[in-house]
């Protein structure tokens, strides 16, 4: 393995490799087996729902015409250019920030790829409680927000010094 990746956090690149795998098997495996808007219950909260979302998180602007696909696309491309350059530049010895890079890259690849050929994101896991029901989301939605946690959780915790190292008198 060349050095720039074994001393980098591009050595956990696997995980976005793996999460745009999974990604794309499962929504294919639900577009094969599943009319669109049919819904399968598999709990009393839980059910597979296979919608298209042409907007961005929670469908936001999904009736704006279609130009949010290319702007959501954009957007996505130059976040996954951000983080392989953050990931890049993260030394060898930490470990939770670029795992959390990683599954944010995964994620965001899985859905970029469903913008740039479907022309919309598949969705298909739907939690409910009663007559509410979550808005449908897929397992890229669930490495961005899984990769978010871990970014969250390495800032609380994190030991880096912070402290000057010039004298105040």
């Known amino acids: 393995m060349p050095k720039f990746i074994s001393e980098s956090g591009l050595r956990f690149l696997w995980i976005s490799v793996i ?3 999974l990604d794309l098997w499962s929504k294919y495996a639900v577009m094969d087996s599943m009319a669109l808007y049919e819904s399968v219950q598999l709990a009393p909260f839980f059910n597979f729902t296979y919608v298209h979302n042409y907007g ?6 999904h009736d704006s015409g279609g130009w949010q696909r290319w702007f959501f696309t954009a957007i996505a491309v130059a ?3 951000v983080i392989l350059w953050w990931l890049k530049q993260t030394p060898k010895q930490h470990k939770l920030l670029p795992v959390a890079f990683s599954f ?3 994620g965001a690849l899985g859905n970029v790829y469903d913008r740039i050929v479907h022309g919309y994101v ?9 007559d ?4 449908a989301f897929n397992l890229a939605d669930s490495a961005i927000f899984i990769g978010a946690a871990l970014l ?3 800032m609380l915790t994190s030991k880096e010094d912070n402290t ?4 105040a008198n």
Request: some cysteine; aromatic content about 22%.
């Open 19 to 21: 999460t745009v795998v």
């Open 56 to 61: 961005a998180a929670f469908s936001f602007l």
């Open 79 to 81: 976040v996954c250019s």
């Open 104 to 106: 944010i890259l995964g």
């Open 122 to 130: 598949i969705d298909f896991l739907d939690f409910y409680v009663n």
């Open 132 to 135: 509410w029901h979550w808005p």
């Open 152 to 154: 969250i959780w390495d």
């Open 164 to 167: 000057s190292t010039s004298s």
